[in-house]
């Protein structure tokens, strides 16, 4: 067995169950996260979505201010010659701010798991230079690790949960059922029903936008591609023969699974809505601990989120 296989082993996780747990306060490393998930395959959907989006902040101070401006829907009126409007309209303006919570990613790997590796790769390079292959593959396990959990933080975080992990800052779904959009059907629904009914709560400015996506738990992503394998076209005839990881479409919008995402539950709305932030607060530890036959990887950063409450609507699904 390689290395590659004895970590991937170490590591090993079920869909949405991260195997690397973070205690109350994680951090990680702020520029090598930023080039790893614009590089890396297996990671977090959703943190990819806000790295394209240019909403991956990495930010030095205590806290990023993001402005919001806007103007009402219908701005437009009457105009009656020789006379000045009696309604002015104005901007509204917000903000909504990023304010980072320290996290640490602590790691034991036992040497026994190691042993049998160290100084055996396939070429056989040394002991030098299979160490440094294992800290590095090490690495990217533990941010692809990260990643996910950030994932399931951004969504699912609640500070009221009385789970450390989720206590680490409220996530999308508290905010937005808390300030925002909601879409609540009273009767069981298609999963197609279903996006129609969220996409159709969604302001017009939201719709009309572009730019806009589903993002759905696997269960609900599985029901789409089953609905669509059920029809004999072409589209059907895809869901059973091609790669079915990505995105599918409904009404030209992209869907997006998200492992994190709890059965049933999703939003639509704006790409642009999802904000993330890491502060430059960098630290990467590794310790040898000789009599606990231990090597212990720690690594510490500062990370934060926000939403643009506006530009995303919640929906529950009604199912049978």
Do not use: C
Request: hydrophobic share 40%.
């Amino acid at each position: 067995m390689d290395i590659e296989q004895i970590l991937n082993r170490i590591f090993a996780r079920a869909a949405g169950d991260p195997s690397l747990s973070w205690a109350s306060g994680s951090t990680m490393p702020a520029e090598a996260f930023r080039e790893f998930i614009k590089t890396t395959e297996d990671v977090s959907v959703l943190l990819k979505d806000i790295e394209r989006n240019g909403n991956l902040v990495i930010f030095g101070g205590d806290k990023s201010t993001i402005p919001l401006i806007g103007m009402a829907s219908r701005q437009l009126q009457k105009a009656v010659a020789g006379a000045a409007p009696t309604t002015i309209p104005t901007f509204s303006t917000g903000k909504n701010e990023i304010e980072p919570t320290e996290v640490i990613l602590p790691i034991n790997i036992p040497y026994d798991a190691l042993e049998d590796a160290i100084g055996k790769t396939a070429q056989e390079t040394g002991q030098i230079a299979a160490n440094a292959a294992v800290d590095q593959i090490i690495g990217d396990l533990s941010m692809a690790a990260v990643a996910n959990d950030l994932e399931d933080l951004v969504i699912n975080g609640d500070t009221a949960s009385g789970t450390p992990f989720l206590q680490t800052f409220n996530g999308a779904i508290k905010l937005v059922k808390a300030s925002g959009t909601k879409y609540t059907p009273g009767a069981v629904e298609t999963v197609m029903e279903w996006l129609a009914g969220m996409f159709n709560a969604a302001p017009a400015q939201v719709r009309k936008g572009g730019q806009t996506a589903f993002w759905v738990s696997t269960t609900d992503f599985s029901d789409l591609w089953d609905a669509y394998q059920s029809r004999n076209t072409g589209l059907g005839d895809a869901a059973i023969t091609q790669d079915q990881q990505g995105s599918l479409r409904y009404r030209g919008v992209p869907v997006k699974e998200l492992i994190s995402m709890p059965a049933h539950v999703g939003f639509f709305g704006r790409q642009k809505a999802w904000y993330a932030g890491f502060k430059r607060v960098i630290s990467v530890e590794r310790l040898r601990n000789p009599r606990a036959r231990m090597i212990e990887y720690t690594l510490t950063a500062r990370v934060g989120h926000t939403e643009v409450l506006n530009y995303l609507v919640y929906g529950e699904r009604t199912v049978a």
